[in-house]
C-alpha cells in the first residue's frame, strides 16, 4: 500500500469479522501483535501494518511527526473501507490516540501502555545520542540508552536486560527508533489534550509496570471521557508478549460490548 507522501506501507491482513487494526510499538514489526492476533482471528478481521521506519515497510521522511503515521493509518483505512476499531501496543498506542484526535473513522480505542511522558524537547539529547550509537554500530548501548531515558526501566531491571549483546538474527531495528524518537521530540506532553477523544476507550496496564508509566496512565484516564481501565496481576510492559491470551480476552470482551 502506498501512503499520502509516497511511503509504502505493508501490512497483514487475518481472520474474519469486524476490521481491527493493531499498531505495533518502537521496536516492532508486522510479527509484534501476532501472539495476540493468533486468539482474535476468530472473530475479527485483523491489519497490522509495520509501521514507516519498519521493514517492510519504507522509511518515510525525516524528520519524522505523529502526523506522518496518522497519514498511513487514513490511507490504511481507506483501504479497507470501512470504520475500525483500533488497537495501539506502547508507542503504537500514543500513535492510536494521534489518529482518534484528528478524526480518522475509529468505532472504539485500545490502548497498552501509550509512553505519553516520554514527549518534548527533553528527548533531543537522546535522539542525538541514539544516532552516533547507531552510527558506530553499537546496539548494545543504545538499547540501553532507550531502555534508561526513554522507557525509563529501573536500574535493577536495567542490569537484567543488559545481559549480552543483541542477537544477530534480531532485526535491525535502529533506523525505525529513530523516526519514533524524532516524533516524541516534537510531541507534547500534555494529557489534557486527550479529552477530545470521546470514542469508547480501553486503557490497559500491567500491575508491576515501573513509573512514571502508573501516574501517567492514571492521568490519561482522568483525561478519557469514556474509558474502562483493566490491570494484569503480576505483568510489566511487556505483556503483549507474555500473556498473550489473556490480553486477546481482554480486548475481545471490550470490543464486543462497544
Keep these: 500500500m502506498e501512503s499520502f507522501d509516497g511511503t509504502a506501507i505493508s501490512y497483514r491482513r487475518l ?8 499498531v505495533h510499538g518502537s521496536g516492532g514489526g508486522l510479527h509484534s501483535w501476532q501472539p495476540v492476533a493468533e486468539h482474535l482471528s476468530a472473530r475479527f478481521e485483523l491489519w497490522m501494518p509495520a509501521r514507516r521506519g519498519y521493514a517492510p515497510s519504507g522509511p518515510g521522511r525525516s524528520p519524522k511527526r505523529f502526523a506522518d503515521e496518522v497519514g498511513d493509518l487514513e490511507a490504511l483505512i481507506t483501504e479497507i473501507g470501512r470504520p475500525v476499531d483500533l488497537v495501539g501496543m506502547s508507542y503504537g498506542a500514543t500513535v492510536a490516540l494521534h489518529a482518534v484526535a484528528s478524526g480518522l473513522p475509529v468505532r472504539s480505542l485500545v490502548l497498552w501502555e501509550p509512553p505519553l511522558y ?7 539529547p537522546v535522539l542525538d545520542e541514539f544516532a552516533e550509537l547507531s552510527a558506530t554500530g553499537d546496539r548494545r548501548c543504545a538499547d540501553r540508552l532507550l531502555a534508561e531515558k526513554v522507557a525509563r526501566v529501573p ?13 544477530d538474527d534480531e532485526p535491525d531495528d535502529a533506523l ?11 510531541d507534547s506532553a500534555d494529557l489534557g489534550r486527550w479529552s477530545t477523544v470521546t470514542v469508547p476507550t480501553l486503557l490497559m496496564r500491567g500491575a508491576d509496570t515501573w513509573q512514571p508509566m502508573p501516574e501517567t496512565l492514571d492521568r490519561l484516564a482522568n483525561a478519557l471521557p469514556h474509558v474502562t481501565c483493566t490491570t494484569f ?21 471490550f470490543l464486543s460490548r462497544s
Design 233 to 253: 496481576p503480576g505483568q510489566m510492559h511487556f505483556a503483549p508478549s507474555v500473556v498473550p491470551e489473556a490480553v486477546a480476552a481482554e480486548i475481545t470482551r
Design 176 to 186: 525505525g527508533w529513530h523516526r519514533d524518537l524524532e516524533s516524541m521530540a516534537a
Design 15 to 22: 481472520g474474519s469479522g469486524p476490521p481491527v487494526v493493531l
Design 155 to 167: 536500574a535493577a531491571l536495567l542490569d537484567l536486560m543488559d545481559a549480552g549483546e543483541p542477537a
Design 118 to 124: 516520554a514527549a518534548g524537547e527533553e528527548l533531543t
